[in-house]
């Protein structure tokens, strides 16, 4: 049962353009919600993260945003470079919970085109 | 300097031929997971430990078992591999409720 799902597999942008990667979730109890990035051959590594009390999360070109009435979340990347090719996954847990685990998304490879 | 390593990066095992994939850490976090990713599907939790507690996930197969002998380090061991376990199996570890996870590279597995 995905309780995390990314729709889009592939998003193809120009650089310097916005990327805009989605997520949705169907679990209520999710109240903390990250995106990480994978390059090939590597780990995923953390990119930017948000509490269920906010509704927009900013660093630097990332913004995270979070819907929860519609349970979805939004990575919006601006402007988008070439080092940003790679799969973007989504992951949520419910802390208040204390359910520290995390459940990923099916990711959403994104090519910055030159 | 890299802080979760998995070792080997690369692993070919027969089928049903035991194989054990390693996973150290340096960063002393308490939770140290696995997760198996197979090709365009979202990383699966296989199970975890929080400190010496082992969680199982309910659909692991009984297959796959782990280790934790000390903080450091994490083996998971697929005591007889199936053409079905080829995937990625990625390591993380956090700290407990802080769940920003940070991964180890992976070791791909491919069962012949």
């Known amino acids: 049962d995905q309780q995390v799902k990314q729709n889009s597999p592939s998003l193809s942008v120009q650089e310097g353009r916005i990327s805009i990667l989605n997520c949705d979730y169907t679990?209520?109890?999710?109240?903390?919600f990250l995106w990480y990035k994978k390059y090939p051959a590597e780990g995923p590594t953390f990119l930017i993260s948000?509490?269920?009390?906010?509704d927009k999360n900013e660093d630097g070109r990332f913004t995270v945003f979070l819907n929860k009435s519609a349970k979805h979340l939004s990575l919006h990347i601006v402007p988008s470079q070439p080092g940003d090719s790679a799969v973007y996954f989504c992951?949520?847990?419910?802390?208040?919970?204390?359910?520290?685990?995390?459940?990923f998304g099916a990711g959403t490879t994104v090519t910055v085109r030159a | 300097d890299a802080m979760v390593i998995q070792n080997p990066r690369y692993q070919v095992t027969q089928f049903g031929k035991p194989v054990t994939l390693s996973c150290s850490q340096t960063?002393?976090?308490?939770?140290m997971y696995w997760y198996q990713q197979k090709s365009s599907q979202a990383p699966k939790l296989l199970f975890h430990?929080?400190?010496?507690?082992?969680?199982n996930e309910a659909d692991t197969p009984d297959n796959f078992q782990s280790r934790r002998p000390n903080t450091s380090f994490c083996f998971l061991d697929i005591r007889s591999p199936g053409l079905g376990d080829t995937a990625m199996y990625l390591c993380?570890?956090?700290?407990?409720?802080?769940?920003?996870?940070?991964f180890g590279q992976g070791t791909r597995l491919t069962v012949v």
């Open positions: 948000i509490s269920s009390i906010k």
């Open positions: 993380a570890t956090s700290e407990g409720v802080n769940t920003e996870a940070f």
């Open positions: 430990y929080y400190d010496k507690d082992f969680n």
């Open positions: 679990n209520s109890m999710f109240d903390y």
């Open positions: 992951a949520a847990s419910a802390r208040s919970s204390n359910d520290y685990k995390l459940s």
């Open positions: 960063l002393n976090h308490n939770v």
